[in-house]
């Protein structure tokens, strides 16, 4: 059976250890070691039918979440549900909802010993979704060469064919994990163009996790952030962006302004002062700000991530 309805996915509380391995005690007893924490009680809902970017610093937890929806692997503990809206179900070693999810890894998931060709007619083979037209054209963009292996291929290009296999699959879910890497700016903005274009197309859910937010930010409809293992926020792109604001001018009018918000930053040229601050203003405030002479800008989500992100962030 061919899925085309998008997948929605939903994580309650979970938590993913990672074991180091087992040690045997004097007394005989087996004990587990710990090597780290991935997630740590994270709880969040994708809705199907939006691109979402999946940001965090490094080490949050991002390819430790996209790697239970695409069952790559299994929590401790909390549950995963993947599938499309009100069907939702385990993604663990269930193939209806694994036939219908796409992760595309940095790594590229390619058999290093064939012919990129010969991966691409394994994933055409797999996947009743994939569009050949869309792959051919994608490497002819991309100006890679099929009959290479992965090999031969630099970097770059390498992420190309993950970008190319993830888009022509077509999945409901499709999972892009830090899939720009290598590429240059062209390709990059090529490879967002052609989601877009694509997305449009033919409607899926689509996950990208990215470093470069200033990059992506305009593709996203929802915005999840995850700070060491937890979901700091899971909401449309929009309201992340009124979350915050900047206020620019003399630094006693823009304090007046502020009036006692949080500071998410702050900097200062000269006389002149700059406050990025959680919140919004009323329309009294706003004419405050107007009289006494002190702009009020938009704070993009790369700067709202950062602030968010920052441990060291400063209190006005
Ligand atoms: N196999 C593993 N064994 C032990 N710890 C692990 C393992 N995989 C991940 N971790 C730990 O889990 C945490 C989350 O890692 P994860 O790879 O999910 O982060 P990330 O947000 O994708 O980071 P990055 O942006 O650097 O790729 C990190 O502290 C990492 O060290």
Same mark, same amino acid.
């Given at each position: 059976m061919t899925i085309t309805a998008p997948f929605g996915a939903r994580l309650d509380d979970v938590v993913v250890r990672f074991d180091r391995g087992r040690r045997l005690l004097p007394d005989g007893t087996l004990v587990k070691d710990e #090597?780290?924490?991935?997630?740590?009680?994270a709880t969040l809902t994708i809705r199907p039918g939006t691109i979402t970017g999946v940001l965090g610093r490094n080490g949050a937890g991002k390819t430790t979440m996209l790697s239970l929806l695409a069952a790559f692997s299994r929590p401790t503990s909390g549950t995963v549900v993947v599938g499309p809206e009100g069907e939702?179900?385990?993604?663990?070693?269930n193939p209806w909802i694994t036939s219908g999810t796409q992760l595309v890894r940095e790594s590229g998931d390619?058999?290093?010993?064939?012919?990129v060709a010969t991966s691409l007619k394994y994933y055409a083979d797999m996947r009743?979704?994939?569009s050949a037209e869309t792959a051919e054209r994608l490497l002819d963009l991309f100006e890679?060469? #099929?009959?290479?292996?992965?090999?031969?291929?630099s970097r770059g290009k390498r992420s190309a064919v993950g970008a190319t296999i993830g888009l022509a699959t077509r999945a409901p879910l499709t999972i892009f994990d830090e899939v720009y890497l290598g590429m240059d700016a062209p390709t990059r903005y090529a490879f967002y163009d052609e989601l877009l274009a694509d997305y449009a197309e033919h409607p899926r859910t689509i996950l990208l996790s990215s470093h470069l937010v200033e990059e992506v930010e305009r593709l996203f409809e929802d915005v999840v952030v995850i700070d060491r293992g937890r979901v700091l926020l899971a909401e449309p792109a929009d309201e992340m962006r009124s979350r915050g604001f900047s206020l620019t001018g003399t630094k006693d009018a823009v304090e007046r302004v502020a009036g006692g918000r949080r500071a998410l930053h702050r900097q200062q040229l000269g006389a002149t002062v700059q406050v990025t601050l959680e919140g919004a203003l009323d329309d009294a405030e706003l004419a405050e700000a107007r009289e006494a002479g002190v702009e009020v800008g938009a704070v993009p989500v790369q700067d709202l991530f950062v602030r968010l992100t920052d441990p060291r962030s400063v209190s006005s």
């Open positions: #090597a780290g924490t991935g997630l740590d009680g939702q179900e385990d993604p663990w070693e390619l058999l290093n010993d064939e012919k009743s979704s994939w890679v060469d #099929a009959r290479k292996k992965p090999t031969a291929l």
